[in-house]
């Protein structure tokens, strides 16, 4: 690393793709590094160049819209055995080589610090090799993004049982990289490494967590506490929550709505997922069956039934920190973002995961007890409504939430933990989690 006490404040590259839930934590984090006087671009897909313009982060924007909406049109994006191979085969190597031609397009002044999500670090990290930045932090916003040999273990749909001894996690994490990630990952990575006189990397999962110079969690300890083969040089953060609308009054019609009635059901699958017809199909089912009234959040009224009862609403953006104090309920596909809006609420929440993260997200709610899992390929009307009948009238479960909810520091913001990764980036600290969290450590 080549920041030192002299150096002059360092431009932050973050870094991110994904939906919307990827987005926001890291639009956290560059509100925090703004608001210590840091120079931020924020680099990700162009189709969310609007969003980053209205919340005032400077954009250079990867792709065109026409193949972001192409990769989100694609259901194995949304299958948790094909969702790996699918984004990687969507132009994953083009995707790496665009970042690099970003990047050194950058001028060559103050030292340059890049904030990735996990899937970018190939990329962050050549780039550092060919001297472009000077540090690569790794920006984890989900448990599940960490590889892990220890409990809670749960590889996709897949939780291991307490009882597998170490030598067989090792052995079925080996098989998961050797047949499945590295044929699919190396070949793009190492295609892309070759012309430009860097050696080839043999684990993708291993260069991820090996190559950068600091990690970072982006949830709290309470939700997933840090395992022994995580990487040793790591901050442990904490959800970084972050509206795209400002949270505040509803607007008069829904106001009105919610007023007339008992308090709702909030459906969603996820701001990307454009194949949630099954889903909405058994939550309206289901509402009727329980004679409740219901919220249809999505953006894509397309995938929503096209005859909606009047005690069920569809709504293209609701914010959640406004509206899921006056729910009974939040049932959701099990992103990270999601699934702790509903924590910091108190609400209670069922999660129908359908690929990535959202099985592990799912068993921890469960496992914390204010929520239950079903996975939505196993998703009917009747489990849907067996469950939230259980679940929306538990005196337990609501007990659990508000138990769960005053984990959260309604005052901190992003602020201190972008001082803390700039303190420990200065310092090389190999134990960052104890280092102050002093902020403005090179004004």
Not at 36 to 62: D, E, K, N, W
Not at 253 to 272: D, I, K, N, Y
């Amino acid at each position: 690393m080549k920041i030192t006490p002299a150096s002059e404040a360092p431009h932050y590259l973050v870094i991110t793709v994904g939906t919307t839930g990827d987005i926001h934590p890291m639009m956290s984090l560059s509100k925090g590094l703004q608001a210590l006087g840091r120079q931020v671009t924020f680099i990700t897909h162009s189709f969310h160049a609007p969003l980053l313009r209205q919340a005032g982060i400077p954009c250079m924007g990867l792709g065109s819209d026409e193949e972001y909406l192409r990769l989100l049109s694609n259901p194995d994006i949304w299958d948790a055995k094909k969702s790996f191979g699918a984004l990687l085969a969507s132009g994953y190597r083009e995707g790496l080589a665009q970042l690099l031609d970003l990047l050194r397009s950058l001028p060559p002044h103050a030292p340059k610090v890049v904030i990735s999500h996990p899937f970018l670090v190939p990329g962050a990290a050549m780039a550092r090799e060919l001297g472009l930045v000077d540090s690569v932090v790794a920006a984890y916003l989900a448990p599940s993004n960490l590889k892990t040999c220890f409990d809670p273990l749960t590889i996709g749909p897949t939780s291991v049982p307490t009882w597998v001894p170490m030598a067989w996690r090792r052995a079925l994490w080996r098989y998961i990289e050797k047949g499945w990630i590295d044929p699919v990952a190396l070949a793009q990575v190492n295609a892309l490494r070759e012309p430009l006189g860097l050696a080839p990397v043999r684990s993708f999962l291993g260069h991820i967590a090996a190559a950068p110079d600091l990690s970072l969690t982006l949830f709290p300890s309470w939700f997933a506490p840090r395992q022994p083969d995580w990487p040793q040089a790591l901050i442990e953060g904490d959800f970084q929550l972050f509206e795209a609308g400002p949270a505040g009054e509803l607007d008069e019609e829904l106001s009105a709505w919610l007023a007339a009635g008992e308090r709702p059901l909030v459906f969603t699958p996820g701001t990307g997922n454009l194949h949630a017809e099954k889903f909405f199909a058994c939550a309206l089912a289901a509402t009727q069956q329980l004679g409740a009234r219901a919220i249809f959040l999505s953006k894509e009224r397309a995938q929503i039934p096209a005859h909606l009862p009047d005690s069920v609403r569809w709504q293209a953006y609701v914010p959640l920190a406004t509206l899921l104090p006056q729910s009974r309920a939040l049932i959701h596909h099990g992103g990270i973002g999601t699934t702790a809006e509903a924590l910091r609420c108190g609400t209670p929440q069922l999660l129908t995961p359908f690929a990535w993260d959202q099985f592990d997200n799912g068993a921890r709610v469960a496992a914390l007890g204010v929520g239950r899992v079903i996975p939505a390929k196993r998703l009917t009307a009747g489990k849907l409504a067996g469950a939230l009948a259980a679940l929306a009238g538990s005196a337990t479960v609501q007990a659990r939430c508000a138990q769960v909810a005053l984990q959260f520091d309604r005052r901190a913001d992003a602020r201190a933990l972008c001082g803390q990764i700039e303190h420990c980036l200065l310092t090389s600290s190999k134990q960052p989690s104890a280092v102050s969290t002093a902020p403005g450590v090179f004004q």
